[in-house]
């Protein structure tokens, strides 16, 4: 199975959404994360949909697919290597007097991860990266008592040189921000 | 699309009470209304309700404008907006309430999404407020229809109508057509729009860009393939006919002398009696065609979306062949065969520019080919069925005789089943646009309604329904829309008692297992005239002749029910599953 980043730049419009999952349904294909937000464009959302598949041809129908919903600006299918991409993951670790000390050191340098909350007897750690760097601080972090964990979708941008604008059909696109 | 310029309601004709009546800011209904006139609909097919009410009550004032079908169930009116728009090449629209009348029209949409056709569905909805409290007849219809329609969008503010409407038609007509669902709340349908009305012809939309007009290499590369080949072989599909491409494809043809074969809805493109013509494809479609797919060293698909139905096991389809596939739809290029040369672009502007580029060739030889495959099936299959004086009258039979004293003119919609395969086998079509079936969805019940649409779109043409018993037990109510509407359809019924279809497989692959396949039938011609529509049954050979007579004389609709015999299976076939190449005789 080879994991497959597919990025779907849409109209931002209520429903749309559920328009898009249908289409990876319909072919029984699981859906392993997704996170949209808008882009620096006006009016434009970013849809980016983490799949495993067996078949790179099944994995460009489905783009094809997907890029005739009326509302798809444009869709990509990436690659791994073909992608900067992260996750962003948050442990809450229990700290209860006299438990073991965290050592923030390791955590910091090692890990690369950051303590962005102190609770009265628990703290809250974010390590960014992606799936493989966020378990292996799992792996690390599990000596301590986890309370809670949650991983976000993923994030990614291709590594081309070109922007966003340039894949977007021609129109004056305002920026966002 | 042209441009127009905006409508304004000063520039609609309304009648004298609804001039006087008229505010200057007009509300969410009237806004519907103008937005269809603009938009040059002079017919709408639905059936009224609480959630529509606002617009059937502006509908009211427009009736000298549109012609509104009362149909008597809303897949009826579906049904009926297919066949529209299927003669007419524009969209045929629905309007029904919210609810169990949206769900009501599924089916239908489902239908004309698989089959390209255009159409807009207007749907109440319960008011904005009311909206996810499962208030009454409130169903999410948009949630249910958005697998089944090429774009939907629910109002909820008057002032979105003309905008959303001009979006539905363009995106309904543009591209590969296909069915649009608009839901309305019945808040925006009273609620006075905030500004004066205009509406603008939609043009473009800036994510839907379909593409007309193919690449130049992508052209090139296909021209390359046809001029070299030595076997090649076009496949036409429905989108031709779409396109309106029915002559650039002759021309195409007589050029380089290819032999054509149709798809099933891909029927009536080009004549049955054209010399290149060699019959229809898939799995009841002719001998000849399906096994020489197989021979062929280039395949020319045009408008057409390599259908299981048509390519048997895919795995091992057109294999020997380089395929080049005009498509207009970029997602069905290699979605089931992959092309060697993709060509992306609408089947007319990709023919006109395609002539140019090929050589005139005749392909006698190859072409021959086919003819003796052609002698096989007359022999075993179509003589027997068609020169057979014992027992009842034959499917074949019936087609054969109406093609003939039609002269293979008419608009033949037929149902789904083995009479709408014997249909597709035995009509001689002679001109374009003759064909109205339900070919991806297979919808029982299609008939009657869409061949009542089909009449309404083509007053000037003969429509003949070519039905099954079971089929016409599922939309038989539509009687009484076309009564009601002094349409002169005319049915046959083709009666076997049987699921027909359904019984030849479990004949041929269940061991002869009827599980639940035999009806017991109504009196037809009682419940016709029960409606107010003429008709008789005929279950002599020697009375078929005059009985068909009578019912093309007949000045208005008319139900013919043809006793056939009840236990007759429709060949060639290709198993389900097998490939072109084993189809079987018998």
Redesign the interface.
């Known amino acids: 199975m080879t994991t497959y980043t597919i990025c779907i730049f ?2 931002n419009t ?2 749309l959404l ?2 898009i999952t ?1 289409i990876f349904t ?1 072919r029984r294909i699981n859906i392993e994360s997704l996170t949209v937000s808008e882009t620096e464009r006006k009016g434009v959302s970013r849809f980016t949909v983490v799949i495993k598949h067996e078949s790179r ?1 099944e994995v ?2 489905l783009v ?2 997907i ?2 919903i ?4 444009a869709v990509f299918g990436y690659l791994n290597d073909e992608i900067v991409y992260n996750e962003i993951a948050l442990f809450k670790v229990s700290t209860p007097l006299g438990s073991k000390p965290l050592d923030v050191e390791t955590i910091n340098k090692q890990h690369k991860a950051w303590i962005v909350y102190w609770g009265l007897d628990y703290v809250v750690i974010e390590k960014t990266g992606d799936d493989k760097e966020i378990f292996e601080f799992f792996a690390y972090i599990k000596q301590y008592d986890i309370l809670e964990f949650v991983r976000s979708g993923r994030v990614a941008v291709g590594k081309t040189e070109k922007g966003l604008v340039e894949y977007l ?1 021609e ?1 004056e696109w305002a920026y966002y921000l | 699309m042209e441009a127009i310029a905006n409508i304004t309601p000063d520039v609609i004709e309304t009648t004298p009470s609804a001039q006087q009546a008229a505010p200057k800011l007009i509300s969410g209904s009237e806004a519907l209304m103008m937005s269809l006139i603009a938009e040059g609909v002079d017919t709408i097919f639905g059936y009224p309700g609480g959630a529509i009410m606002p617009v059937y009550d502006a509908l009211y004032d427009y009736q000298d404008q549109i012609n509104h079908i009362l149909v008597r169930h809303e897949q009826g009116a579906g049904h009926a907006a297919e066949g529209y728009a299927r003669v007419t090449g524009r969209a045929g629209v629905c309007l029904v309430t919210s609810g169990p009348g949206a769900t009501n029209l599924v089916t239908a949409i489902a239908d004309a999404l698989i089959d390209s056709t255009p159409m807009v569905c207007i749907v109440g909805q319960v008011a904005k407020k009311l909206l996810g409290t499962d208030a009454f007849q409130e169903a999410d219809v948009m949630g249910v229809t958005m697998p089944i329609t090429k774009w939907n969008y629910q109002i909820t503010n008057s002032d979105e109508v003309a905008d959303v409407m001009s979006k539905a038609f363009y995106i309904a007509q543009s591209g590969r057509p296909g069915p649009v669902l608009i839901d309305i709340t019945k808040s925006a349908q009273l609620e006075l729009m905030t500004k004066p009305f205009s509406y603008e012809r939609c043009q473009s939309i800036i994510s839907y860009r379909p593409r007309l007009a193919p690449k130049q290499e992508q052209l090139e590369l296909a021209a390359k393939l046809i001029n070299s080949a030595k076997r090649p072989y076009v496949l036409v599909g429905h989108g031709v006919q779409i396109a309106k491409a029915e002559e650039e494809l002759r021309i195409f043809v007589e050029k380089t002398g290819i032999p054509v074969a149709t798809t099933l809805l891909g029927q009536s493109t080009i004549s049955t009696d054209h010399p290149l013509y060699v019959g229809w494809l898939g799995m009841h479609g002719n001998y000849g065609p399906n096994v020489m797919t197989d021979h062929a060293d280039v395949v020319i698909a045009i408008g057409m979306r390599f259908d299981d139905r048509v390519t048997g096991d895919a795995s091992k389809y057109i294999k020997q062949a380089k395929v080049i596939h005009i498509e207009i739809d970029p997602a069905e290029i290699d979605k089931i065969i992959r092309a060697d040369a993709p060509v992306v672009g609408d089947a007319k502007e990709a023919l006109k520019a395609l002539i140019p580029l090929v050589e005139p060739n005749d392909h006698t030889v190859w072409r021959n080919e086919f003819r003796k495959y052609d002698t096989i099936e007359y022999e075993t299959i179509t003589a027997p069925e068609l020169n057979n004086p014992a027992g009842k009258i034959r499917m074949a039979e019936v087609i054969d005789l109406l093609s003939t004293k039609t002269k293979g003119e008419a608009v033949l919609v037929t149902d789904v089943g083995q009479h709408q395969m014997m249909a597709s086998r035995y009509y001689q079509f002679r001109r374009p646009n003759s064909l109205i079936t339900s070919g991806g969805m297979g919808t029982m019940g299609f008939a009657l309604p869409a061949a009542f649409g089909a009449q309404v779109g083509a007053p000037d043409r003969q429509v003949v329904a070519i039905i099954g018993d079971g089929c016409f037990q599922m939309t038989l109510q539509e009687l009484g829309t076309i009564v009601q509407n002094k349409q002169p359809v005319k049915a046959i019924i083709l009666n076997n008692n049987f699921l027909g279809m359904v019984r030849q497989w479990q004949q041929l692959f269940h061991e002869r297992r009827y599980s639940f396949v035999e009806l017991q039938n109504p009196d037809f011609i009682t419940i016709a005239r029960g409606f107010g529509m003429d008709g008789q049954t005929c279950d002599k050979r020697e009375n078929l002749s005059d009985a068909l007579d009578t019912m093309l004389a007949h000045d208005g609709p008319f139900l013919l029910e043809v006793i056939v015999e009840k236990e007759e299976n429709v060949f060639p076939m290709v198993p389900a599953g097998a490939s072109v190449s084993q189809i079987r005789l018998k």
Do not use: D, S
Not at chain 1, 70 to 73: G, Q
């Open positions: 849409t109209e209520i429903g559920n328009r249908i319909r041809e460009e129908k094809r697919q890029r005739k009326v509302e798809v600006l059909p129109a």
